[in-house]
């Protein structure tokens, strides 16, 4: 058998690696620099130098301050968030061997969103102790994985009965949030949630790129420990049993993972929908199905997806800035439905 057949060839993978990190670092070159202000690329790199490296271009503190404060955190967390998400979708596709399965799709979105409302405005706690958001989304995204597996055993555990069990999770999980704003926040806050459930990088800083840097780099080595494994439940999970894949242990760890990566990107930037849906496939046409590459290719194509639709979520309408949840259903939503079309349609 030749190498063609395992996927591209050394060369042709480091090409693709090259590229994947020019077309990267050209999307947040991009994203701080494109904006109500615009500001030049050669000013844009001193006051990055100025930021990373403490040097002294002259540089005025407003463009310093859009620059490195606002615009290159909100890059670098746009980016994580869709490497992220995009990492929750293609590990979800695998294990549940459905090209519609991802974190939005099967509600576990909408229940680390009901979480997170639940801290904020509730001030949910446990022993007195009031949790973080993302403890409360991590927790929301737990009890809307556990609502999805019960509503899927209970009808076979058919993979498109577990599609059906996280749209009815979603909706679910959306009401209690809607009760939850409507009755018990205040005007204000309830403009702040319902505005941040839509998906939003405008509050994002630095503190939450250490929260999130680490949780999505974990969480991808995770993934990448089992991408062999990963490749066995594509024949199912009989045949992944009888290659000695600890299924049930394998299961609940990725699932966990994918748990924590969506609650906390969620807890962060609010619900961002399609992104593991739509960037899986795209990766798969790239690269192929062997999650050894799949997975990394998620992680970089997700990453650069994300900052370009926050980048259009900031100049499509001048002087309004669109939530990303919004851009993205743009792009997700006609997706979705030629891969529903593609699935139901007879060979």
Not at 45 to 50: D, E, M, V
Not at 149 to 176: E, H, P, Y
Request: hydrophobic share 60%; net charge positive; aromatic share 6%.
């Amino acid at each position: 058998m030749s190498h063609a057949a395992h996927g591209p060839n050394w060369p042709a993978r480091i090409a693709i690696a090259v590229a994947s990190l020019a077309a990267l670092t050209i999307s947040v070159a991009l994203a701080v620099t494109i904006g109500e202000m615009r500001i030049p690329f050669d000013t844009a790199l001193r006051a990055l130098g100025n930021g990373l490296f403490s040097l002294d271009f002259p540089v005025s503190a407003i463009q310093q301050g859009v620059i490195f404060d606002y615009r290159l955190s909100r890059a670098l967390m746009a980016g994580l968030c869709g490497g992220a998400l995009a990492l929750s979708g293609a590990i979800l596709q695998a294990l549940l061997r459905n090209p519609l399965a991802e974190p939005y799709v099967l509600g576990i979105s909408a229940g680390a969103s009901t979480g997170a409302v639940a801290v904020l405005i509730l001030g949910v706690g446990i022993g007195g102790t009031a949790l973080s958001v993302s403890a409360g989304a991590f927790i929301g995204s737990c009890a809307a994985l556990t609502v999805v597996a019960l509503l899927a055993t209970g009808a076979g555990g058919a993979s498109d009965r577990v599609i059906l069990a996280g749209v009815a999770t979603s909706q679910l999980f959306n009401a209690a949030t809607a009760t939850i704003v409507t009755t018990m926040a205040s005007a204000e806050q309830a403009r702040g949630v319902m505005f941040w459930l839509l998906g939003n990088f405008g509050g994002v800083r630095w503190p939450d790129l250490w929260i999130a840097a680490p949780v999505a780099f974990i969480g991808f080595a995770i993934c990448m420990l089992h991408a062999k494994v990963l490749d066995a439940f594509a024949f199912g999970v009989d045949a992944a049993a009888s290659l000695g894949v600890a299924v049930t242990r394998v299961k609940v760890v990725l699932l966990a993972t994918t748990a924590v990566m969506t609650a906390v990107m969620v807890s962060i930037v609010g619900t961002v929908g399609f992104v593991g849906l739509i960037i899986p496939h795209a990766a798969r046409f790239l690269v192929g199905s062997g999650h050894a590459r799949l997975l990394p290719a998620c992680l970089v194509v997700g990453a650069i997806f994300m900052i370009l639709a926050d980048i259009l979520s900031r100049v499509l309408i001048p002087q309004q800035i669109l939530p990303i949840g919004v851009v993205t259903a743009l792009f997700g939503a006609p997706v979705f439905a030629l891969i529903l079309y593609r699935a139901r349609r007879p060979a």
